[in-house]
């Protein structure tokens, strides 16, 4: 099976071209190579298939084999991979997501990708389509017992489902602990993706986030795009890393309360970054060197000879 590893803002997923490669189960492929000790290490996989609706089919996977609807990191990271792999030409694509069909526009230097904007639609508030359990038709600043202690949350769907909490100090946060309390409480038929915020300034957060199905991520693009659009209610620009940036686009016409703000979009805009390409025998754990590592910060020879030693062993694990 050949695969390649990207990572959009260090959420890093497999991703294999179901055009040419067949797979009979990606949940269980899923699990196995998103294993960081035994397999290929990611937060998931995602597969390339075709698509009747749209340009492209986006298949996204857990690292515990769910299938989650939608990825903002990974879907700008499909967006390189077809078109640097010359699997389009166009600029603007459309790409089918389980969360309905979202529009890309590719910004291209040199034949290579080198970021992408996505529109992410508008932010649902409804208590009933994120789904969270509440009596109230929408939940804003609620509060929540987790663990003994009281959380203030907002559940949005971003096609799939967040609750945000506001907290003092993200860094001394034990999300290992905490994180899986959220995801799996039973207000959340579905599980829910809890992003924690720190607010450094009116256009600057801090956001730590533990995702259903895959724990702590080092990013999460609708978690991001969630997140900044309970932040802000009007238009703004708010920077949450180095390398990805979220608008959110509202109509201003009340401005008091977050359920009185019509959100008309909300869009990422970031960098994408091809990690390595292998081919991998799921049978006898063995991989074969398909190309050298390129469009990377990894891209240095420190990295290199450490990545190409993990490489030795991992091809001869099987001995």
């Not at 990606?26 to 609706?53: A, M, Q, T, W, Y």
């Not at 609708?222 to 620009?237: D, E, L, M, P, Q």
Request: aromatic share 8%; proline share 3%.
């Amino acid at each position: 099976m050949k695969f390649t590893k990207m990572e959009g803002c260090g959420n890093d997923y497999v991703y294999v071209n179901g055009f040419d490669t067949k797979i009979e189960d990606p949940n269980k492929l899923s699990e196995i190579v998103s294993n960081r000790h035994f397999g290929i290490g990611s937060d998931g996989l995602i597969v390339i298939n075709p698509s009747d609706v749209a340009d492209f089919k986006m298949s996204m996977y857990n690292a515990d084999g769910s299938e989650g609807k939608m990825c903002g990191n990974g879907i700008r990271c499909v967006a390189k991979y077809v078109y640097d792999n010359k699997m389009t030409d166009k600029t603007t694509i459309t790409v089918e997501t389980l969360s309905g069909i979202k529009t890309l526009v590719l910004n291209v230097e040199d034949d290579k990708v080198k970021t992408v904007r996505v529109n992410m639609g508008s932010p649902i508030l409804e208590s009933a389509k994120v789904p969270v359990v509440s009596e109230k038709d929408k939940v804003i600043d609620e509060p929540v017992m987790v663990n003994n202690k009281e959380y203030r949350i907002t559940c949005v769907s971003m096609g799939n489902p967040h609750a945000i909490t506001f907290v003092d100090d993200i860094d001394s946060l034990d999300i290992e602990h905490i994180g899986p309390m959220f995801e799996k409480k039973e207000i959340f038929p579905e599980q829910v993706n809890t992003e924690f915020i720190q607010v450094v300034s009116r256009d600057v957060i801090k956001m730590r986030v533990w995702e259903r199905g895959s724990g702590e991520t080092l990013a999460c693009g609708t978690g991001a795009c969630a997140s900044v659009a309970v932040r802000h209610k009007n238009f703004i620009c708010c920077n949450l890393t180095a390398s990805c940036c979220i608008i959110v686009l509202c109509d201003c016409l009340a401005q008091k309360f977050i359920s009185q703000i019509r959100c008309i979009a909300v869009e990422c805009l970031g960098m994408s970054h091809l990690i390595y390409r292998f081919m991998h025998s799921l049978n006898d754990c063995r991989s074969q060197w398909l190309c050298n590592i390129t469009d990377s910060q990894t891209d240095n020879v420190l990295v290199r000879i450490c990545l190409l030693i993990c490489i030795y062993f991992f091809c001869n694990c099987a001995e």
